[in-house]
């Protein structure tokens, strides 16, 4: 809720004067400006954006981080939108913003499932949540591939397109395309993709932040200290809870700047698209936008069936994750603030939370799933390629283990993606076609899959009685 600090002439001055200078300066650069090098006006036009957005923030209003954060987003799709590739030079700040969350990602994982696995005290119990959690992910997976087949068949976004529109499409995004796939490895047998998992070095998994090598040894390494004497085991556990307390401090830290990270980013992702690919795309951007809040409507009315969480609650408790998923498109950046929100929101204990949210980070992709039932269907349809219902049951089945085998290589997105479109027969030239719009999908589907990690964290809470456990004060 927005609150009016008391007046002070000078700061509103203050910032009628970088507002409206910086707008001049992105839209009309004065003459007598010529005579300053072009770094130095990018810097001085940056500089009085950023600290009209300061002023707005902190000394004109009163509002908390949520509401500073979707103002960031409004106003950062305002100004890429009136100053199109020119506002791409604070982008920075944006990459920033997402790095210092990306720092703690590894060591917070590490150390929280480390505590996590041990502090659940028994083999038994660590199979019991791990067998429920696993099980979610896998059905909610499926569920999510097949509403996005289901509206793609309904309302058939890729019949009809325009062939110079589709040929312009193949032509301006090819080179993209290649690359993507340069990358990725599209030969992967369920036995490689196994022994993928097991690192052969933890500190080469812990440098290259291969995440599923991470958990795989965090989780052994807990298991293995809840077999070994409680004297000995007491110490190394005390130093990863300690570090993981330290990780969630920087979080904390780190949060305060989310909104201009937030501003910076939008900016740069609305200014950076054109309007007439955009429009041409439109229909396969609202298909699979609407199956995505499909989704997001659906977790809330799941989490009352196991949990009893009122519908708005369980909405507002997650809102902060979901904003911060939505700017930064990573699950594995919006990771700390996820487990933030669960523990401190939703009250699911941390025992449950540093176990489930961490292994749904890297393995949990039902927004990226839904994507790829659309996209397949999509491109199908754009290329005139029938998908009778074997077809479309593979898609669902290959998306749904490719969600969770191919979650240690680079690129899981593409590669996922890939390896549907093989699977059925779909040219992956195709990918061409949706790399426009991929940046601004990326936003709602990442948004999608935070919410089903909390999901995930309040039904295993509540079946295992860890829910509505206050965190321990700071």
């Known amino acids: 809720m927005l609150k ?18 910086s707008i ?29 957005l300061y002023l707005l923030f902190t000394r004109l209003f009163d509002m908390p981080l949520h509401t500073k ?24 700040v944006g990459t920033a913003f997402i790095r210092l969350i990306q720092m703690i990602v590894v060591p917070l994982v590490l ?17 019991r949540i791990g067998s429920k959690t696993l099980m ?36 301006n995004y090819s080179g993209q395309a290649g690359e993507k796939l340069a990358v990725v490895p599209t030969h992967l047998s369920p036995v490689e993709t196994f022994l993928n998992i097991i690192p052969k070095n933890p500190f080469s998994a812990l440098a290259g932040a291969s995440m599923l090598q991470v958990i795989f040894f965090a989780i052994f ?58 429009l041409s795309l439109l229909k396969y951007t609202i298909v699979t936008i609407i199956g995505l809040f499909m989704m997001i409507f659906l977790y809330p009315i799941v989490v009352r069936m196991f949990s009893g969480i009122p519908y708005m609650e369980f909405l507002r408790g997650v809102r902060e994750a979901q904003l911060i998923a939505f700017s930064t498109s990573s699950s594995g950046a919006t990771l ?15 025992q449950v939370a540093s176990f489930v949210l961490p292994l749904g980070a890297t393995v949990n992709m039902d927004g990226t799933a839904l994507y790829q039932g659309v996209a397949s269907v999509f491109i199908a349809q754009v290329y005139g390629i029938p998908l009778d219902i074997g077809a479309q049951l593979t898609i669902v089945l290959t998306a749904t283990l490719a969600s969770i085998g191919t979650a240690a290589a680079p690129g899981v997105g593409m590669l996922m993606l890939v390896i549907v479109l093989q699977q059925v027969g779909i040219p992956l030239e195709g990918i061409a076609l949706i790399l426009a719009v991929d940046r601004l999908l990326d936003m709602f589907r990442t948004t999608v899959n935070v919410t089903s990690d909390a999901t995930a964290a309040v039904i295993v809470a509540a079946t295992e009685n860890q829910l509505g456990i206050e965190p321990e004060k700071d």
Not at 111 to 127: E, V
Not at 140 to 164: R, V
Not at 251 to 275: H, R
Not at 336 to 350: A, D, F, G, H, I
């Open 336 to 350: 700390p603030v996820t487990m933030e929100v669960c523990e401190k929101n939703l009250k699911v204990s941390n």
């Open 221 to 278: 390494t807990g298991i293995a200290l809840t077999l070994i004497p409680r004297e000995k085991s007491a110490p190394v556990i005390t130093f990863f809870d300690g570090l993981n307390d330290a990780m969630i401090k920087i979080v904390v830290v780190v949060i305060e700047i989310a909104p201009y990270g937030v501003f910076a980013l939008i900016a740069d992702a609305v200014g950076s698209f054109g309007i007439d690919i955009l």
């Open 24 to 52: 001049l300066l992105y839209l009309q650069p004065p003459d007598w400006m010529a005579a300053i090098p072009w770094s130095g006006v990018q810097v001085l036009r940056a500089v009085l954006l950023f600290l009209a």
């Open 136 to 171: 979610y992910y896998l059905a909610s997976t499926a569920i999510a591939i097949t509403i996005g087949l289901f509206l793609a068949n309904l309302i058939q976004p890729g019949s009809g397109m325009d062939p110079e529109v589709q040929a312009r499409l193949l032509e």
């Open 69 to 92: 954060i979707l103002l960031g987003m409004l106003l950062g799709g305002l100004a890429g939108f009136f100053f199109h590739g020119a506002v791409s030079e604070i982008k920075p």
């Open 4 to 21: 009016i600090r008391p007046f002070n002439i000078r700061i509103y001055l203050l910032f009628a004067f970088s507002t409206s200078l």
């Open 111 to 127: 150390a929280s499932l480390i505590t996590g696995t041990a502090s659940l005290g028994d083999i038994k119990k660590m199979k």
